[in-house]
Structure formats: C-alpha cells, structure tokens
C-alpha cells in the first residue's frame, strides 16, 4: 500500500551548530520534511537505546501486573492524562468502528506552569506511579526530558526555517502540559491477523510536535525481538497534490537510531497551514502473539496561549479556515471529549457555570 518515499533526515548536530551552511542544511530538511510529509526523520538526538530499552522491559511487566493494580492509576476523573488507560478507551475522531488495540501509561516529564494547573487540572494533573517502580519512574521521567529538549531544538530550527523568530513556537510551549505516553500495542490472535484490525486507527495528533524515539517488538514468549513482518509498523498520509488529491500512504522507516518527528494539529494552525498535521496508522503485523512497546512525547501550546495563525501566516483564507480563535488549552478540552478521553459534560466548563447562584436568589 505504500510508495518508496525519501523523508529527510535532519541532524540535531547541523541545527544546533551554530554554522550558518548546517543550519541551513537542517532547516532545508524541515522545510521539505514538515512540509511534504508532515515528519522528519532526526539523527544525532542523544537519546540512550539502553534506558529507552529497560523501559519498555518495565513498562511490559507493569502491563503484565493484576487488572486491580493497574486499575488503581487509572484516571477517568483526570479524563486518562495521567498514569494507566486501559485499552477500549480512547477512540479515533474518524475510528470507523475500529477498536483501540493499546493500552497506555501517561506521565508529564517537564513542570508545569502552576496557573495552568489551576485552570486546566485534568491535563495538568499530577503524575502517579505504581508500586516499585522507582527506576520506572526515573528512566520515563529521563527520557521524557531528553525527548523534550530534542522537540525544542526543532522547533526553533523550524522557526528559523520558516523565517519566523527562533523561538516563536518555543516560548509559545513554555511552561504547557506537555505529556509522554508509552503505548503497548496488543496482541492479534490467528483468528484477527490478517483483518482490517489496525493498531492505531488512521488519526493526527492535537499538539505541536510528536516525538516518536522508536519502539520495541516483544515475540509470542514476551522476549524483545526484531520487527515480525516488513510491513508493521507507522505509514503516514502524505499531504494533497493536484495529481494526489488524496495524499499518499508513506511507511515510515526512519534510519537506525533515527527519532521521527511529526507536525501536529497546533503546528498546523500557527502556520496556518503551511505545515499539515500528519495523518498516521499503525498496522499490525501478519503474526499472532507479538506486541510492541512504543514511546510518543507530545509538545504542546501553553494552554492559555490562542491557537490562530501567527502574524506571517495570517489571510483570509487562514482566518477562515482556522477560526474562531481558541485558546490551546480549551482546544485540548474539546478534543479529549472527541476522542472520548473526557466525558461531554467536561464541555460545560466553556460556558458560565453559576446560573445556580441566580436561581438560589430568585428562590
Ligand atoms: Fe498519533
């Protein structure tokens, strides 16, 4: 289903250097990889295999643990933006019925702004951990950190690339609930393999920037192994052309070591469009029993930052199509309650909400 496709690779070397002639080689490489394909490829991030590694083993034993025990870190109160989701839980915006073939451990790695905290408590929420899990906690917390410092690095290239300010999209993020997420994709028994199960419906994701470190086959005796079938794994829609008014489906096969980076929905509307949120999927292979670990962080806007086209970016067609002004926050509000993270009462939040105050008076 896919076409051979050449998505660039950026080299964190070249976008922090500092030489005018690398800089200028990496932002190319954004340009076109952001722009074309909605992701990079990135090389020279830093983040350590071993740690990324011992994680998944710990997030798969985690995962392996008594329903009770990981109901416990469950939050529906929190609409499941910290600690365990189980999986049936999340829903993609188009899922066409598809059921949700993962099940997931959110954390926050880097601290929040204490006023968001107040105003946005669901996505602000504290981190919880489960029981023994301190190197648990210590390598997610690392990762997550790193994995950051990579997103803002490539940001402000992307900036730059854009001839924008260096730090347009940073600061813009500082201080946001900005969320990591491991995901362990679930088995297929015989009977599934081979259906129109998918493990991550086709979806964008609602942030700025994803970062995806790459993930981890376990085989049928839960040993990490090696990718079962070529063809597993994350495709992606390539943005509309006159000759491809339906994208193309590109299977993302980053270079070994390499971290994916992808635009998300906030990056599309500060641009007004310049850069598209990437349409994703992630199949299955044709092999029962296996299981994959992954880890995505997802940079966010502050959630008390509007989400419209920057200045540079702002026509009327932008206006129109990104409109009306939102801040990230409620933005996000909205989406959890489409996805089905959050309930659809959590929209009432957006309106005045002590009408019983005048009806108390009134008697
Ligand atoms: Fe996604």
Redesign the pocket.
Known sequence: MSQPATIPTVDLDDVRSGDPERMRRGAEALRRGLGEFGLVYVRGHGIDPERLGRLYDAFVEFTDRPLEEKQALSGEDIWFQRGWTPPNTEQAVLAGGQPDFKECYFAAPIEIDPRAKLLFPETCADNRWPRGGDTFREDYLAIGRDVHDVGLALLRAAALALGLEETAFAELSQGAPHVSRLLRYLPLTEEQVGTHILW?EE?T?FNLL?LLPGGRFYDPNGRPCAKPDPDAGLYLRTRATPQEPRGRMVHGTPPPGCLVAQVGQQLEILTGGVYQATP?VIRPPAAADYTRTAF?HFVHVHPERKLLPLDPFVTAESLRAYGPPVLAGTYGLKTLVDIGLAPKSALSKLGYRHYDRLAAARG
């Open positions: 991550g979806h994701d994803t994703h995505a």
